[in-house]
């Protein structure tokens, strides 16, 4: 059939045919909020190169999680900023950590929310990597112990979701081994799986006081030029028992996305990273582009390329479909 009995513009003829025939949804369920939490009480400093953001303490913490569950959104991912730094992350397992208490404190306060909670080093140590340096680099199997420790000072404190972002070799089977020896068998692992060696992660160093003190972190994060190495990861992953197997940053990498969305058919999770938000805070800040309707067509497109969860520093901005 071609045209005249063929009109493609039929499809788009009202607002009540466009709306009908969407192939793609975008619900307030499939944002998860990444969030910064740091200690004290009352504190909400402004992330200067990422706007309408903060890093907060618990108890301002548990007012931000109760408004984006009366938006509709459903999950939270928690960062640290801990109150002292040493060279191996401590404060990361510490039963008292910041991270840790924040989970209690949320899932006291909240309890139909899902909390994540990011495990990596970068905030924690003084050298500003991703675990324990030996020799001038992240030494992967000594990282791996205090990956374990972490999962399980996490989970404890009642945490549904780990998110490994490391990038170690081994660190989902790790945290599984861990958790379920711990009798923590239904804790899921959402794994950052194929996490690249961004640019884009700039304005999110300043928000967790995360930068490397030296060097880069090219030795254990992925070269942005290739794919076929993403899908090992990702099977790798999978078969060490990821949950969710993590794409980030996602705008770069729709193409990632929807590979591994073809070839795995699992849970896939998209992070729309710091400096992708923050380009588009300042443009909309310049009145350069609709900030609103931009927002809506990148995650829109990040969810039509594959992705079931869009971990977001958007999410409180939008106003969804709630389930
Ligand atoms: C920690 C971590 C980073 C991000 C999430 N977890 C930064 C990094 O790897 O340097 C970046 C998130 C963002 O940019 O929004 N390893």
New binding site residues.
């Given amino acids: 059939m071609a045209f005249p009995a063929t009109r493609l513009r039929r499809l788009r003829i009202n607002p009540l045919v466009r709306a009908g025939l969407q192939e793609t949804d975008l619900s307030a369920r499939r944002l998860m909020a ?1 969030l910064f939490v740091r200690p004290g009480r009352g504190v909400r400093l402004p992330i200067s190169s990422m706007p309408g953001q903060y890093q907060v303490s618990i108890d301002e913490l548990v007012r931000e999680a109760q408004g984006l569950r009366r938006r509709g959104i459903v999950s939270i991912l928690l ?1 640290g900023i801990p109150s002292k730094k040493d060279n191996v992350g401590s404060e990361a397992y510490a039963a008292s950590g910041i991270v840790q208490q924040a989970i209690r404190a949320v899932k006291k306060a909240v309890p139909d929310m899902l909390v994540a909670a ?1 495990l ?1 080093f ?2 924690y140590t003084t050298h500003g990597h ?1 675990g324990i340096i030996r020799k001038g680099d992240v030494d992967n199997d000594a990282t791996l112990k205090i990956i374990a420790r972490t999962a399980i000072a996490q989970a404890r404190a009642g945490a549904d979701i780990i998110a490994p ?2 990038m170690m070799d081994g660190m989902v089977k790790t945290i599984r081994q861990a958790l379920d020896k711990n009798r923590f068998k239904n804790t899921l692992i959402m794994s ?1 799986a194929a ?1 690249y060696a961004s640019a ?2 700039g ?3 300043e928000a ?1 006081e ?1 930068a490397p003190k030296f060097g880069h ?1 090219h030795s254990y ?1 992925m070269n942005p030029a290739n794919a076929e190495e993403a899908l090992r990861e990702v099977a790798e992953d999978l078969a060490e028992g990821a949950d969710l197997v993590m794409v ?2 996602a705008l770069p990498y729709l193409d990632i996305i929807r590979r591994v969305k073809d070839k795995f058919h699992v849970p896939v999770a998209a ?1 729309n ?3 992708e ?1 923050a380009m588009v805070k300042a443009a909309g800040q310049r009145g350069w582009i609709d900030e609103k309707r931009v927002t809506t067509e990148i995650l829109t497109g990040i969810r039509r390329a594959g992705a079931d969860l869009i971990i977001t ?1 958007h999410a409180k901005d939008l106003l969804l479909p709630r389930i």
């Fill in positions: 990444p960062f990011d990596c970068c905030e991703c972002s490391g950052y996490k884009f992660y304005p999110f160093r967790a995360s972190r994060q980030k940053p992070y990273v710091s400096g938000y520093y």
